[in-house]
């Protein structure tokens, strides 16, 4: 998949082609939709599907203070967007300068000029352009103008939940890993390299991963799940902790998976996976260290019937 970073990373002249626009935080299966239409539509017209997605998320420039924690780094994003049809992604760098510009200056630069779209396939609640000013309806009258169609797709719900990345946050912050892959059609995953820690779960007889999750990455409530551990084509069976354990003192707060059944594993400076399954409880503080074997075997037992391992 061709990757371009900003407008003037664009090939010129470019043919026409299909092009899916949005910030696609988490690719969950309302982006899947629009992602998906916009694969009829190039199919159909023997065309190239391009996605185009900005980075950092709007909110990090306009609204710091209130910018979310992602669902996953640029990088996931675009292996996302590869497994769902795109041909190419277009990363448009999101700047002030980008946000003060109109609706109909962002459209001629990016979709007319820069792309040549003939199909722009959109969730039906996109907005655009200096003031979020430019919606569905001002697109289809621009797209008269500059020889394109509009789709726009619906991105709510199901029978269980609406499909949008604010909702999966919500569900991850109360610990509802289960609810959040329904959204997303997937597990939610956090991915980084394992780093060493103080090595208490070696000691406790349970060897622990101890992953460097970017800062920016939304995490799950502190507690402890069933989930996989992913190294590469290897699937793990895990059970994992989210938070600092309180049993200890000054314990950092991180991402920890121990391997069912595993001692031998040497994980250390590889980049893993963390898929979360289910949520097994809270964390808790224990008096003293026999306690906490004692649950962490409980934790073990549960995640073994929750995954059939």
């Not at 996605?51 to 669902?71: C, G, Q």
């Not at 290897?234 to 049993?247: F, M, Q």
């Amino acid at each position: 998949m061709q990757i371009w970073h900003g407008l003037g990373d664009l090939p010129r002249p470019s043919g026409p082609c299909v092009v899916a626009i949005g910030k696609f935080d988490g690719v969950h299966r309302g982006h899947q939709r629009v992602l998906a239409r916009a694969r009829k539509h190039a199919d159909e017209r023997n065309l190239p599907m391009y996605v185009v997605t900005f980075d950092p998320h709007p909110a990090v420039v306009l609204r710091p203070e209130v910018a979310p924690k992602m669902l996953g780094t640029l990088s996931d994003r675009l292996e996302r967007l590869a497994a769902h049809g795109a041909d190419a992604v277009l990363v448009v760098p999101f700047t002030a300068q980008l946000a003060a510009i109109t609706a109909e200056q962002a459209v001629r630069a990016v979709l007319s000029d820069g792309l040549n779209a003939q199909v722009v396939v959109v969730g039906a609640d996109f907005r655009f352009g200096s003031g979020a000013a430019g919606d569905v309806s001002f697109m289809r009258s621009m797209g008269e103008k500059h020889g394109f169609v509009v789709d726009a797709v619906d991105l709510q719900s199901d029978d269980t939940d609406r499909f949008s990345s604010t909702r999966v946050r919500e569900l991850l912050a109360v610990g509802d890993v289960a609810g959040a892959a329904r959204i997303l059609g997937r597990p939610y995953t956090v991915t980084g390299p394992v780093i060493r820690g103080e090595q208490r779960g070696r000691d406790l007889g349970f060897p622990t991963a101890n992953l460097e999750v970017p800062d920016e990455l939304a995490s799950p409530l502190d507690g402890v799940y069933a989930g996989w551990l992913v190294d590469g084509t290897e699937r793990l069976p895990a059970a994992i902790s989210v938070g600092d354990n309180p049993t200890f003192a000054n314990a950092s707060h991180r991402v920890e998976a121990y391997v069912l059944d595993r001692t031998d594993l040497d994980l250390y400076g590889k980049k893993v996976s963390v898929e979360f399954v289910a949520w097994l409880r809270d964390m808790l503080p224990f008096e003293g260290i026999e306690p906490l074997k004692e649950a962490m075997k409980a934790d073990v037992e549960e995640t073994r019937r929750i995954l059939g391992v």
